[in-house]
């Protein structure tokens, strides 16, 4: 009977990307929201403000992750470049070298010969990547899927401030955004925490205290605006 076990870390990838992207987008536009609403401003231009920091967001967000993740995967195929002339030019000495690590991690010098030349004739390019270099099928840089998780993730977490600023104006919409975006945020900080097998309630308390503290200094900045103008 076959076993296959499902590890965490398999998902830290997406997760992260995705994570990042949601918290963001609920943070500042929330925050975006609240400020503008500090400052007096009319309804329909505090859901202007909304709507661009939305669209300018999910932007910044996808192109900085494209960059970092693009970097992330040059360096790799770099290396991994530089690894494959390594075995083209002295595959013996790469051999050997493989072979040294395996002992480094308890296996006898023979045995260690031995699962270094089997791994070697079946990929040599993919042991070195994976036990020299340290480079993960399941963790590779893929700035691509990086860039549209993170712009998809930052616009449904913005949209969620955003539908309860167009859907109560008036007074009440710095107190409902508020209270409502911080639940979102308690909510994902759970959800992420769960799903990477942290504790549920270190995970909310984490994303929801930097939400309150981010809204409550943007309030302040846009009523101190406001009060100015």
């Known amino acids: ?23 963001d987008g609920i943070v500042s536009t929330a925050s975006l929201i609240i400020g503008v609403a500090a400052a007096d401003t009319a309804h329909e231009g505090i859901l202007l403000a909304g709507i661009a ?20 995967s040059d360096t790799e195929n770099a290396d991994l470049a530089l690894e494959q002339r390594s075995l083209n030019e002295d595959a013996e000495f790469e051999k050997r070298e493989l072979a040294s690590i395996y002992e480094e991690r308890g296996l006898d010098s023979h045995l260690a010969a031995q699962v270094a ?10 042991a070195h990547a994976r036990d020299e270099l340290g480079i993960l099928e399941n963790v590779r840089a893929r700035p691509v899927q990086a860039a549209l998780s993170s712009a998809g993730t930052f616009t449904l977490g913005a949209a969620l401030p955003l539908a309860a600023a167009w859907l109560v104006p008036g007074d009440q919409l ?38 309150a503290l981010a809204m409550g200094i943007t309030a302040a900045v846009g ?3 406001g009060v100015v103008a």
């Open 1 to 23: 009977m076959s076993h296959h076990e499902i590890h965490r870390s398999h998902r830290i990838g997406w997760l992260r990307a995705a994570v990042l992207g949601a918290n």
């Open 117 to 126: 030349e089997q791994l070697m004739a079946h990929d040599a390019l993919g």
């Open 223 to 225: 009523q101190l605006f």
């Open 53 to 72: 920091g939305l669209v300018a967001g999910a932007m910044s967000m996808a192109a900085g992750e494209y960059v970092s993740v693009s970097s992330q």
């Open 174 to 211: 710095i107190p409902v955004v508020a209270v409502l975006s911080l639940l979102f945020l308690a909510s994902l900080g759970g959800l992420a925490a769960r799903a990477g097998g942290a504790p549920m309630t270190t995970g909310a308390i984490r994303v929801t205290f930097w939400g």
